[in-house]
């Protein structure tokens, strides 16, 4: 038996992520040349293939592998997937018109010993307040709310399909969403925020019930945290005051294998290179 790691981190700005920020802090970089994980999913790279394969230069001489499905918006979203060994099929997109251009979503079938792995690298529309429950939402409020709705109901059918196939698959990314109040601090203040609303979390429930495990809360336990996301504004980091949104979704005969998911969590806010964590899962295959 050997194991398999996956790694999903949302790295807000690969080219900004890469950078040295102080004598401790010298970025992803050196991160990533310690990580001993098979696959990385990486989420909001936020640049063009060329630009995040010049940042991410010194990985790729060290043997990492870059599949990446950008946004044809400008210096927006971007989803990539790091691999040791070079994917066997790489699939942009789930099969939307609206959003397989806009670099949300990408999946590679890994080759291992026991077979395919499908990895996948997911970056979920924030969205908005639901306009139906609050008299100051805007137009743009309005778009962005209705957006990821459409997103939740066309990536959802895809992950129906996904299931439904019987293939190991690991969906890893900032989903956007903390799935239940354990998932963030202030549960009870954010009960009408983006990525806490009602019809958020019953989405995320629904695909528990057809199957797919969220395999860091199945072996934490329920238990708050941890958390994945913490604003760079005030104390947020240093009081966690934070939100578990960045996670995998596992398809249920490899998730029983999954032995062990944690945070990478800094140490100190002055060593953060992104405001998201990373977050390791580990199975035995």
Same mark, same amino acid.
């Given at each position: 038996?050997?194991?398999?790691?996956?790694?999903?981190?949302?790295?807000?700005?690969?080219?900004?992520?890469?950078?040295?920020? $102080?004598?401790?802090?010298?970025? /992803?970089?050196?991160?990533?040349?310690?990580?001993? $994980?098979?696959?990385?999913? *990486?989420?909001?790279?936020?640049?063009?293939?060329?630009?995040?394969?010049?940042?991410?230069?010194?990985?790729?001489?060290?043997?990492?592998?870059?599949?990446?499905?950008?946004?044809?918006?400008?210096?927006?979203?971007?989803?990539?997937?790091?691999?040791?060994?070079?994917?066997?099929?790489?699939?942009?997109?789930?099969? $939307?018109?609206?959003?397989?251009?806009?670099?949300?979503? *990408?999946?590679?079938?890994?080759?291992?010993?026991?077979?395919?792995?499908?990895?996948?690298?997911?970056?979920?529309?924030?969205?908005?307040?639901?306009?139906?429950?609050?008299?100051?939402?805007?137009?743009? @409020?309005?778009?962005?709310?209705?957006?990821?709705?459409?997103?939740?109901?066309?990536?959802?059918?895809?992950?129906?399909?996904?299931?439904?196939?019987?293939?190991?698959?690991?969906?890893?990314?900032?989903?956007?969403?903390?799935?239940?109040?354990?998932?963030?601090?202030?549960?009870?203040?954010?009960?009408?925020?983006?990525?806490?609303? %009602?019809?958020?979390?019953?989405?995320?429930?629904?695909?528990?019930? @057809?199957?797919?495990?969220?395999?860091?809360?199945? /072996?934490?336990?329920?238990? %708050?945290? %941890?958390?994945?996301?913490?604003?760079?504004?005030?104390?947020?980091? @240093?009081?966690?005051?934070?939100?578990?949104?960045?996670?995998? *979704?596992?398809?249920?005969?490899?998730?029983?294998?999954?032995?062990?998911?944690?945070?990478?969590?800094?140490?100190?806010?002055?060593?953060?290179?992104?405001?998201?964590?990373?977050?390791?899962?580990?199975?035995?295959?």
């Amino acid at each position: 038996m050997s194991t398999f790691s996956v790694t999903t981190v949302n790295v807000n700005g690969i080219r900004a992520a890469v950078k040295e920020r $102080s004598a401790e802090n010298l970025g /992803l970089l050196p991160w990533l040349a310690e990580l001993d $994980s098979d696959a990385v999913a *990486l989420q909001e790279i936020r640049a063009t293939e060329e630009q995040a394969r010049e940042a991410l230069a010194p990985a790729l001489d060290q043997g990492w592998q870059l599949q990446m499905s950008e946004s044809t918006v400008k210096g927006h979203a971007g989803v990539g997937v790091l691999t040791r060994v070079e994917p066997t099929t790489v699939r942009a997109g789930f099969g $939307s018109a609206e959003f397989d251009s806009l670099g949300r979503y *990408l999946e590679v079938d890994v080759p291992t010993a026991t077979g395919p792995i499908t990895v996948a690298s997911l970056y979920l529309p924030k969205g908005a307040v639901d306009p139906a429950h609050t008299s100051t939402a805007t137009e743009t @409020d309005e778009r962005k709310f209705a957006e990821k709705k459409r997103f939740l109901d066309e990536f959802g059918a895809h992950l129906a399909s996904t299931r439904a196939a019987g293939c190991h698959a690991i969906v890893g990314g900032d989903w956007n969403i903390a799935p239940a109040e354990n998932d963030l601090k202030a549960f009870k203040t954010n009960k009408r925020s983006p990525g806490f609303l %009602p019809h958020e979390r019953e989405w995320i429930a629904s695909l528990l019930d @057809d199957g797919w495990a969220d395999v860091m809360r199945d /072996l934490t336990g329920d238990v %708050p945290g %941890p958390y994945t996301w913490w604003s760079w504004r005030g104390k947020s980091f @240093d009081n966690d005051a934070g939100w578990r949104i960045d996670f995998h *979704l596992v398809t249920p005969a490899l998730a029983a294998s999954a032995v062990k998911s944690y945070v990478h969590r800094p140490s100190a806010y002055d060593l953060r290179w992104s405001d998201h964590s990373a977050v390791t899962t580990v199975f035995d295959i």
